[in-house]
């Protein structure tokens, strides 16, 4: 009898549950500040791979075992970009952008959101590669024919029109090596964008 009981206890809960989620997945939600525009700054660039050498010190190499002792080591990195924007001579970022990975080798990731107001605005965006240093160059991280070295220096100037709730996307063409801005196409119900940009 207890058995039956808690098997009709855990079915009621489990129906319960299932109704909650059934009724919060039609809840609308609006976002906060849904009248404002946003600037999305979106991309994925491989840079410039350099190898750093160091001499390993008489403790570090006391450290090793035998078999692993050399005078020196060297350690592969991906020169990182400078990210500078700003919207109508307002600075909304600079900042230096790494590589992803512990030993920052991997890719190098941008994705930034701000909100800006509707309306016309100037748009001006630098992604510049760091100096190199005292590393040499050893070429792309793992690119292959079809996957370029990004170039050294990006630059994106542009005059855009935004309405409440548009989303201009800044984003590298790898095709043309640049930094294009795709909008809403003001004409277009079905969501269609239209693109700008140039080095």
């Excluded at 991309?43 to 692993?68: N, Y």
């Excluded at 309405?163 to 969501?191: F, I, K, N």
Aim: hydrophobic share 40%.
């Amino acid at each position: 009898m207890k058995r039956t009981i808690r098997r009709v206890f855990a079915l009621l809960v489990a129906t319960a549950v299932v109704v909650g989620v059934a009724a919060l997945s039609r809840v609308s939600y609006a976002p906060a500040g849904s009248e404002d525009a946003v600037l999305r700054l979106s991309w994925r660039v491989r840079g410039e791979r350099v190898e750093e050498c160091r001499k390993l010190t008489e403790a570090e190499l006391a450290a090793l075992p035998i078999h692993m002792r050399r005078s020196e080591v060297c350690e592969g990195r991906v020169l990182p970009y400078h990210l500078h924007v700003e919207v109508d001579g307002r600075t909304l970022a600079d900042d230096t952008i790494h590589a992803a990975g512990a030993r920052e080798d991997r890719p190098i990731y941008v994705y930034r959101e701000v909100p800006i107001g509707p309306g016309a605005h100037q748009l001006s965006v630098r992604f510049v590669q760091a100096p190199r240093g005292g590393g040499s160059a050893a070429g792309a991280e793992d690119g292959g024919a079809g996957d370029p070295l990004t170039p050294r220096r990006l630059e994106l100037t542009e005059a855009v029109r935004l309405r409440p709730g548009d989303v201009a996307l800044v984003t590298y063409d790898p095709d043309r090596h640049v930094l294009v801005v795709r909008l809403p196409d003001p004409h277009s119900e079905s969501g269609a964008v239209a693109e700008s940009g140039r080095r």
